[in-house]
């Protein structure tokens, strides 16, 4: 049976593979991430963008909106809409700033706090889950190049 070009591989023009490129294999990476996230946090609605805000607003006791995106390594227009899901959900609520009264500050809510206190330990087996498929010392390295990379 004769092969059709769709059948066969792609070409690669000159030395440039895309599954050898550093961007490809972190966005993959990242897709099989959130998908054990999804998959495992056993919390409806929750995203791991949500998850990231919560726990940096749970472990500083608070944040601007401004902080608070980069602390997640989240820009302006994401935090936002992670905010803003947060709050409608109750999870997450404005105050006035103490000591700038033209700013906002955010905090959890009990709800807020509460569901953090009790998802920790699900978040830290997501995260063995991820990294599953690297024996410990894999691991370790793993994480201290990614460090390295930002």
Known sequence: MKRTEADQEPR???DYALEDQIGFQLRKAHQRATSVFLARFGEPDMTPTQWAALVKLSDAGGASQNQLGRLTAMDPATIQGVVRR?????LVERAADPADRRRSMLKLTESGEALVARLRGKAHEVSRAILEPLDATDRATFLRLLRALT
């Open 12 to 14: 690669q023009t000159g």
């Open 86 to 90: 947060l709050e409608e959900r109750r």
